[in-house]
């Protein structure tokens, strides 16, 4: 029996960048600049080897006004950990969906969008002191606003398992400020502003010309691929009786679906039963992600967790497999 794989990377991408020899500081990169900017309607984006680095330039940034950061636990810990680096007291956000939340002039906040999925708390949160790490939902939007642009810097990765990815790491950091557009741009630049070194403290935070080639190459396919991955996404959902918040979008909302996470009561069961099917699942996230104090506000999620394979490339015949195998399991 075939195994249907949650990813599986695929290409017809062929480098004209890496026989020239001319690999960083190129055509490339102002070109998917460029593209980024049309793409997402924002004034300013830098390119970064990663997401983690986008987040890291932008605390970098921002230190000089906040001292806090406050931030929901259940999220990848890159979104947070950089900020633990340069000193940041964090503070996990509870109860995230029940008040409007209000912060201190010492605190910034970052919000997450997981899964692909938008994250409307970016209505309680006051965009001048809001952070969005959109690592996950490249794309996705809120009444027709790409997120990430809603705050005052937006934060994307396009590593592989990223419905937008190059082949590798790579990051992107997005604003409309002027101000911490030059802050970030000399801090992932060694420094350097204008060509010439400053005094400033920075890192090589950069990302490479090769990267950036492949990442224009599927920044041109991205919307009919995401359009695809919606569409099975939604015929699965056809199939699923039960109450499925990470998969909910709200009108004139735009989920990707960048993962396809269930809520399952009896998670090890699905599991083997989906196996059985030649059907990958995973667990993405589970508690070990959680910092430790924080897992019992979540075990709600983690407990029954699951994903299953969505990707823009599944065949037809894969398609009604899984489709047939969640309509059995929830009939």
Known sequence: MDNIPIYLLNSDYK???YNSGNWVDGIMIRNLEEKLKEYLNVKYVLLTNNGTSSLLAAYWALREKYSRLIVDPYTFPATYQPARLLGYKIKYRKNILEQKISIDPSTVSTLVHLYGQPNRLVNKIDKNVLIEDACQAFGAEIQGVKVGTIGVVGCYSFYPTKSLHTCGHGGAIVTNDEELYQKMKVFIQSGREDGKMTENIALNLRMDEIKAEFLLHELSHYEDRIKIQRDI????????PTIQPFLAEHKGDRHIYSVFNLLIEK???????MEKKGIATLVYYGDDILPINERKYYTDWTSRIVSVPNRWNLTDREVKKIRNALEEWFA
């Open 267 to 273: 998670r090890d069961k699905f599991r083997q039963y």
């Open 15 to 17: 480098s004209q960048v």
């Open 233 to 240: 996404s939604r015929e699965y959902l056809q199939v699923i």
